[in-house]
T-cell receptor, first 114, second 116 residues
């Protein structure tokens, strides 16, 4: 079964510092991986995806993620955090066995303090 | 762009009544839409996959007679919560595949349902 793990419930970062939100996955075959962000009482916004190609994927709002096949990880990173980055972040894998629905990690709350 | 809307954004209903939530893809056609449910401080759980012109596929444990899904057109899917109970109170989010090879799902803003 495919699954996604986000080991941290919450990540606290000072504004201007780099941030990392961790994600590991378990899939059979090549994974399709995604990061989404959710602000309070809102739907999910797409940040970036890895389908194939370069392991370093750049996305929206200055975020990037590195696909590491040997470590089965897809950590989300940003060189310099903003207070406005504070939100809930979800890592997801596309369920190949279905019509393309996503399997989500439990989410990581990012808190960026001024 | 690829915009998905949901209506209503918030709804309060009484126990025993039914409520319909609409999900629309505004600027693209979506042959497949997904309905998720999110409990407070938890992840999204897939409820069902909605296909235009055919019956929805429900995930294990989701009552198809309680959560009626209709995907009548390529831009509209509806979720009707029938005979709602307080335990149905939740945040319901839909998403749609744009198609092609992007593999991206575009999410609606969600609907907060409160059953009193």
């Amino acid at each position: 079964a495919q699954s996604v793990a986000q080991p941290e419930d919450q990540v606290n970062v000072a504004e201007g510092n780099p941030l990392t939100v961790k994600c590991t996955y378990s899939v059979s075959g090549n994974p399709y991986l995604f990061w989404y962000v959710q602000y309070p009482n809102r739907g999910l916004q797409f940040l970036l995806k890895y389908i194939t190609g370069d392991n370093l994927v750049k996305g929206s709002y200055g975020f990037e993620a590195e696909f590491n096949k040997s470590q089965t990880s897809f950590h989300l990173k940003k060189p310099s955090a903003l207070v406005s980055d504070s939100a809930l972040y979800f890592c997801a894998v596309r369920d190949r066995g279905s019509q393309g629905n996503l399997i989500f990690g439990k989410g990581t709350k990012l808190s960026v303090k001024p | 762009g690829a915009v998905v809307s949901q209506h209503p954004s918030r709804v309060i209903c009484k126990s025993g009544t039914s409520v319909k939530i609409e999900c629309r893809s505004l600027d693209f056609q979506a042959t497949t839409m997904f309905w998720y449910r999110q409990f407070p401080k938890q992840s999204l759980m897939l409820m069902a996959t909605s296909n235009e012109g055919s019956k929805a596929t429900y995930e294990q444990g989701v009552e198809k007679d309680k959560f009626l899904i209709n995907h009548a057109s390529l831009t509209l899917s509806t979720l009707t919560v029938t005979s709602a109970h307080p335990e149905d109170s939740s945040f319901y989010i839909c998403s749609a595949n744009k198609g092609g090879s992007t593999y991206e799902q575009y999410f609606g803003p969600g609907t907060r349902l409160t059953v009193t």
